[in-house]
């Protein structure tokens, strides 16, 4: 059993659930090189979450209890969205954080939701404390293997669509995205990860040489704001991580904004992340090197719809 | 000469100038049936009016006074963007009812911009004036063949890309898009018009036999709202349009939220309005009729970084 075989199981088997998002290449943003681009947060709940959670709960023997989760927001839309779709109950706790337009999200799945005062860690704690009570199924966010495995599709699927890039930038929450695609890429392409300054779990862990807890804040922390980087995601990163990069809540607007402006293309902070880093210089490609951004969340807030 | 020579000249014309657009298939909207979706809104300045733009400028000797255009925004847009990128002075009319979203599109490429109270003709009016005064080059929004030929790039690129629908639904405002399409496709597969009810300049002319004056008003009405269908458009039409249907503007309303909320994707009304008949049940595709709608403009008011 490898990494690579599993995410190639894992795309037939979410296939039929999943939308095959598109991918274009575009300069814009001010910058002065083309840039490939993958418009992940086109997927099922606006972001690439849908892809572990199809890939979970078509991989494991559901309880009558259904399925429990604990999520800043994108992750308990598409758990939601993937159990309802699939004939499962759904639970999900939402922290406080995640905000008015995320938690319509999920309710609009029709599932169970609990709002939890407070950040991610207390929506998982509670989401614990649930799945002890009721045999429900827990779905991690990022740090569980079928998740990462789910989350790997979307590279294998931008590598089946032709991606050239020498370098991708992808950003890091808890890292379940990252690390599906460092176990897809096993070094066949370098993978930078973009974090916000005040959100940096990785980073932090890499430093540290072990994960470690930080703080969380800024505009993207209600979908980037782990406290602690999934351990999948650090073992993985020792070895096939090329890089390492921070960006400030101020590069992460301008680029959410840019996206919009040059591109049409609306993005919640943690979605132009990746973006930042090169359009701020934390991350400076070299003349020749071909870079490609996963842009990979789409749920803003306010909603353009709310009213 | 013919239409689809012209339109493959024209694309490799522009090539440089104008982004490739991504398709996708997606089974969303509370349809029973996958559609196949060109978003062409991301497009540069949010429509496809750029690829006439370019194809006008680039095969046509511009006079030093530059180039003047009437809009009810996106061609404004789309002129003044291409303009400035090969170097030309851009004078653009902009009916009051553009809004203030489009407006501002249309300052940030730096071109010189006056606001005509009012609808889309006394813009054009005014357009008409000042190019008999100063020399400037007209660039007409829709009733031009190097328009048209642009606006036909659009199709081909998507039969480049794979297009594998029967039928394509098109939205119609003054007919550049529609006209492009036909030109381009000569029969090969179904095009079907939609128009809104209150702007229905194609409906209109079909049923007289001849164009004719229409009133205009609507949702989609800055973008879509013609007083009278491009002559080039009639003709191509008469001999090659599949159907013409029209949708309210509740249907174009919930199209435009179905976009967003179902696939993350952000469009003005016009945009919505190709959708909006298949939603609607406008157009009812036959049991195995494979359909693709065109996705055209999204520059939505207000927009969503507006302050």
Chains 1, 2 share one sequence.
């Not at 037939?12 to 992940?40: C, M, N």
């Not at 101020?250 to 680029?255: N, P, R």
């Amino acid at each position: 059993m490898t990494w690579t075989s599993d995410i190639e199981t894992a795309r037939a088997r979410i296939s039929a659930h999943v939308q095959v998002t598109p991918t274009l290449i575009t300069q814009d943003f001010g910058l002065t090189y083309p840039v490939e681009i993958k418009l992940e947060q086109l997927q099922h709940t606006g972001s690439f979450k849908a892809r572990g959670a199809f890939n979970t709960l078509l991989s494991a023997d559901v309880p009558k209890a259904g399925v429990v989760a604990a999520s800043g927001g994108n992750h308990g839309a598409a758990v939601a969205y993937a159990a309802q779709a699939l004939g499962h109950k759904a639970k999900v706790f939402v922290p406080e954080l995640a905000g008015a337009s995320k938690i319509a999200l999920i309710e609009r799945t029709g599932a169970d939701l609990t709002v939890v005062p407070g950040e991610y860690a207390n929506a998982l704690q509670a989401a614990q404390a649930y799945e002890a009570k009721t045999g429900a199924m827990q779905i991690h966010a990022y740090d569980a293997k079928p998740t990462v495995i789910g989350q790997g599709t979307c590279m294998a699927e931008w590598d089946a669509q032709g991606l050239a890039a020498d370098t991708v930038l992808i950003a890091v929450g808890g890292g379940g995205l990252i690390a599906g695609s460092l176990a897809w890429l096993q070094g066949a392409r370098k993978v930078v990860a973009v974090e916000p300054e005040t959100s940096c779990a990785l980073h932090a862990a890499l430093q540290a040489g072990t994960p470690v807890d930080v703080d969380v804040s800024g505009i993207a922390a209600n979908a980037l704001g782990a406290r602690r980087i999934g351990s999948i995601c650090f073992d993985l990163a020792q070895t096939h991580l090329g890089q390492s990069v921070l960006v400030n809540d101020h590069a992460i607007a301008s680029a959410q904004r840019a996206l919009w402006q040059d591109r049409r293309v609306l993005v919640e902070p943690a979605g132009a992340t990746a973006l930042a880093a090169l359009m701020s210089g934390a991350y400076q490609p070299a003349p020749q090197e071909r870079v490609a951004v996963l842009v990979c969340g789409a749920n803003p807030a306010p909603d353009p719809f709310d009213t």
